[in-house]
């Protein structure tokens, strides 16, 4: 089952444009990481934010964590034509064996040039 | 390597005939995970090899699926009497011990199409 959850599914922008992307998750977590996929292949590990952290930043992009109402989002500045990907979210759970990352179903940004 | 090899990139079967897909893990990397991406889908957890422990096999979804990492490195999934629901493609990603706490590295997949 897919613990998060992104929101809009779909986003479309023109360039210079910010993108807010947004992720839901359910249960209590370690950390929440973001990756983006191009052309439905290989994933790119973007950024990690630790359930202790609110906020994070990596050149163009902005993450926020809000615990108690279990969601994340990802902000992308000044977007460009090449950040048109399908953008996951994916957790690591705070408690229990699983060591895997559990992923949300994606948003699928377009970035008009 | 640099970086995680899957192959092969893209492998059309027909339904019924079995299936092996490899991943070559970064060097040095003692964690390796498969996943499964259906069409337009986030990905599905498979299994999850952690250097000589006993692999988590919760995500398989049924045993017609299998997968071994030999000598800790490389891994093979293996999808037998393969069925159209098989289709997708197939992630393997690997890290460090620390990798759910710093992130994984994923190869390109291999796009399985059951015909």
């Known amino acids: 089952s897919q613990q998060g959850e992104e929101d809009p599914q779909a986003l479309s922008i023109q360039e210079g444009e910010n993108a807010t992307m947004n992720c839901s998750y359910k249960t209590s977590i370690n950390n929440l990481q973001w990756y983006r996929q191009n052309s439905g292949r290989g994933l790119v590990h973007l950024i990690l934010i630790r359930s202790n952290e609110r906020e994070k930043h990596s050149g163009r992009l902005r993450v926020t964590l809000d615990t108690s109402k279990k969601s994340s989002s990802l902000l992308i500045t000044a977007s460009r034509a090449a950040d048109t990907a399908s953008y996951f979210c994916a957790t690591v759970p705070s408690s229990g064996s699983a060591r895997q990352l559990t992923f949300g179903s994606g948003t699928q940004l377009t970035v008009l040039p | 390597g640099a970086g995680v090899s899957q192959s092969p990139s893209n492998k059309v079967t027909e339904k019924g005939k079995d299936v092996e897909l490899r991943c070559d893990p970064i060097s040095g990397h003692t964690a390796l995970y498969w996943y499964r991406q259906s069409l337009g889908q986030g990905l599905e957890f498979l299994i999850y090899f952690q250097g000589n422990s006993a692999p988590d096999k919760s995500g398989l979804p049924s045993d017609r699926f299998s997968a071994e990492r030999t000598g800790g490195s490389v891994s093979t999934l293996t999808i037998q009497r393969t069925q159209q629901e098989d289709s997708a493609v197939y992630l393997c990603?690997?890290?460090?011990?620390?990798?759910?706490?710093?992130?994984?590295?994923f190869g390109s997949g291999t796009r399985l199409t059951v015909v």
């Open positions: 990603a690997s890290s460090t011990l620390q990798g759910p706490f710093s992130g994984y590295t």
